[in-house]
């Protein structure tokens, strides 16, 4: 084997090689020890912040001053363009220019709340295939692979390594949350080469009332619009403004959001049979492939959602980030109209960009069982904007007072209808209307108005 170690990697040095199993002689197994040495859950994150960095090439890890002065004040211009659009103060303490590696830094803590559920059940799958395996190749007469062989000290004894209990199987039972890790990194490094802001993707990913443009992303964006790139710039900086007073004005929605993708996550079903299948297919030194790995765990790994359970729980997710991005869409083309020429045109293209999806989110989807993408963003912007229509700014906003209060999807495909009915007692007095709602046994079927025990405020904690 090369000195070349998984990932890209070189040996730590600083450790005391003399307290490994392996010793001195042996780097890679040093080094695949330090790495499996993670006891933070079931995902090794610290591998995945280095493979997500890593795939990111030779990117700059921080965003020049002079960008950092643009991005403040496209943010300062969209704050002050949005004040009259709506009654939800600025949700920003922090303006913020990152570059794509610090979009991975300041959103893993997010993710890692978000991935953990699923991971759990993909790892406990990919522990077993590989313990499986590693099974045959200790007891079974089946011999190690000659680079493996190679790296073994002399005198060790490869039954002894072998064993239950032994250095390598205790060490594999560690490898699926290095394996995910690995898996986990790269997508959210894809992701980071196409994301323009904190909040792109629709969940708050950045910390707490900090507003953020990926300028590198900016540019991307706007790459053959034949816009100027300052228009640009204040477009997506008015949508990230947007997205910001609504996560820090509406109290219960960030943990509301998490949340309906935690009790998403709770209910995928994995199929362990066809996680063991792949990772009995792949040799121990394919293990260090991750996209070797990424194909492989690409078919047919999680099951489709059959319970009612599962099917209602994707659907308030759905449900929930086209409001959100709805809300966004339409607050912000309502705050550009009038001081942006090409606002039409760069409106279409968000929602072009995210109906379709790019890469990293499709990578995303397939590794972790979740679409990121609101499947009825047009239709919800429509509703925010008949909601205008008819109740002014303050009607519309008044909506987001409480999730029991939240259109269903069967309201988005009729907006007229929410909006001259039931909308009409919610905007004249939402409390009473609260009040009435938690007097009412829940109706069938999903969507906010019959939520669970789990969906109320605060029934989410979000993140640390």
């Given at each position: 084997?090369s000195?070349?170690?998984?990932?890209?990697?070189?040996?730590s040095?600083?450790?005391?090689?003399?307290?490994s199993?392996?010793g001195?002689?042996a780097?890679f197994?040093a080094?695949?020890?330090?790495?499996?040495?993670w006891?933070g859950?079931?995902?090794?994150?610290e591998?995945?912040?280095q493979?997500?960095?890593?795939?990111?090439?030779d990117?700059?890890?921080?965003v020049?001053?002079g960008q950092?002065?643009?991005?403040a004040?496209?943010?300062?211009i969209?704050d002050?363009?949005?004040?009259p659009?709506?009654t939800?103060?600025?949700?920003?303490?922090a303006?913020?220019?990152w570059s794509?590696v610090e979009?991975?830094?300041?959103t893993l803590p997010v993710w890692?709340?978000?991935?953990?559920?699923?991971?759990a059940?993909?790892v406990e799958a990919?522990?077993?295939?590989?313990?499986?395996g590693?099974?045959?190749?200790?007891?079974?007469?089946?011999?190690?692979?000659?680079?493996l062989r190679?790296?073994?000290p002399?005198g060790?004894d490869?039954?002894?390594l072998?064993s239950a209990g032994?250095?390598i199987?205790q060490?594999?039972?560690?490898?699926?949350?290095?394996?995910?890790?690995?898996?986990?990194?790269?997508?959210?490094g894809?992701?980071?080469a196409e994301?323009?802001?904190?909040?792109e993707v629709?969940?708050?990913?950045g910390?707490?009332?900090?507003?953020a443009?990926v300028?590198?992303?900016?540019?991307?964006?706007g790459?053959?619009?034949?816009?100027p790139?300052?228009?640009v710039?204040?477009y997506?900086a008015?949508?990230?403004?947007?997205?910001n007073?609504?996560f820090?004005h509406v109290?219960?929605?960030?943990?509301?959001v998490l949340?309906a993708?935690?009790?998403?996550?709770?209910?995928i079903a994995?199929?362990?049979?066809?996680?063991?299948?792949?990772?009995?297919?792949?040799?121990?030194t394919?293990?260090?492939?991750?996209?070797?790995?990424s194909?492989?765990?690409?078919?047919?790994?999680?099951?489709?959602a059959?319970?009612?359970?599962?099917k209602a729980?994707?659907?308030?997710?759905?449900?929930i980030?086209a409001?959100?991005?709805g809300?966004?869409?339409?607050?912000?083309?309502?705050?550009?109209?009038?001081?942006?020429?090409?606002?039409?045109?760069?409106r279409e293209?968000?929602?072009?960009?995210?109906a379709?999806?790019g890469?990293g989110e499709?990578?995303?989807?397939?590794l972790?069982?979740?679409?990121?993408?609101?499947r009825?963003l047009?239709e919800?912007?429509?509703?925010?904007e008949a909601?205008?229509e008819?109740r002014?700014?303050e009607g519309?906003?008044?909506?987001?007072?409480?999730?029991?209060?939240l259109?269903?999807?069967?309201d988005?495909a009729?907006p007229?209808t929410?909006?001259s009915g039931?909308?009409a007692?919610?905007l004249d007095?939402p409390?009473a209307e609260i009040?009435?709602?938690r007097?009412t046994?829940p109706?069938e079927g999903?969507?906010?108005?019959d939520?669970?025990p789990?969906d109320g405020?605060?029934a989410a904690?979000?993140p640390?």
């Amino acid at each position: 084997m090369s000195g070349d170690l998984p990932f890209g990697f070189s040996p730590s040095g600083g450790g005391d090689e003399s307290r490994s199993p392996f010793g001195g002689s042996a780097p890679f197994f040093a080094e695949l020890e330090r790495l499996l040495s993670w006891q933070g859950g079931p995902v090794n994150w610290e591998l995945a912040r280095q493979v997500a960095v890593r795939s990111l090439g030779d990117g700059a890890s921080s965003v020049p001053m002079g960008q950092q002065h643009l991005v403040a004040e496209a943010l300062r211009i969209a704050d002050v363009w949005l004040d009259p659009v709506t009654t939800l103060p600025s949700g920003a303490t922090a303006a913020a220019g990152w570059s794509r590696v610090e979009w991975i830094e300041k959103t893993l803590p997010v993710w890692r709340t978000l991935c953990d559920p699923i991971a759990a059940k993909v790892v406990e799958a990919m522990r077993t295939g590989i313990s499986s395996g590693l099974s045959q190749l200790g007891g079974g007469g089946i011999e190690l692979p000659s680079e493996l062989r190679d790296a073994l000290p002399p005198g060790v004894d490869l039954g002894s390594l072998m064993s239950a209990g032994g250095p390598i199987v205790q060490m594999m039972n560690q490898v699926g949350g290095m394996l995910f890790g690995a898996q986990v990194g790269q997508a959210i490094g894809t992701l980071a080469a196409e994301v323009v802001s904190s909040t792109e993707v629709g969940l708050p990913l950045g910390p707490a009332g900090t507003a953020a443009l990926v300028p590198a992303g900016v540019a991307a964006f706007g790459s053959g619009l034949e816009l100027p790139e300052d228009e640009v710039r204040i477009y997506l900086a008015l949508r990230e403004a947007a997205s910001n007073r609504l996560f820090a004005h509406v109290p219960w929605l960030r943990a509301h959001v998490l949340g309906a993708v935690e009790e998403y996550a709770r209910g995928i079903a994995v199929d362990t049979e066809a996680v063991g299948r792949v990772m009995r297919m792949v040799d121990p030194t394919a293990l260090m492939n991750p996209e070797r790995l990424s194909e492989a765990l690409g078919e047919d790994v999680f099951n489709d959602a059959t319970t009612p359970e599962q099917k209602a729980a994707l659907t308030r997710l759905e449900l929930i980030l086209a409001l959100i991005e709805g809300w966004v869409d339409h607050v912000a083309d309502a705050a550009a109209a009038g001081h942006l020429p090409g606002s039409g045109r760069l409106r279409e293209m968000v929602r072009r960009r995210r109906a379709e999806g790019g890469p990293g989110e499709q990578t995303f989807s397939t590794l972790v069982g979740l679409s990121l993408r609101p499947r009825k963003l047009r239709e919800a912007a429509a509703l925010w904007e008949a909601l205008a229509e008819a109740r002014g700014r303050e009607g519309r906003d008044a909506v987001w007072a409480h999730p029991d209060l939240l259109p269903t999807a069967d309201d988005l495909a009729s907006p007229a209808t929410f909006v001259s009915g039931a909308a009409a007692s919610i905007l004249d007095d939402p409390i009473a209307e609260i009040e009435k709602l938690r007097d009412t046994p829940p109706a069938e079927g999903g969507g906010p108005k019959d939520l669970g025990p789990g969906d109320g405020p605060g029934a989410a904690n979000p993140p640390a």
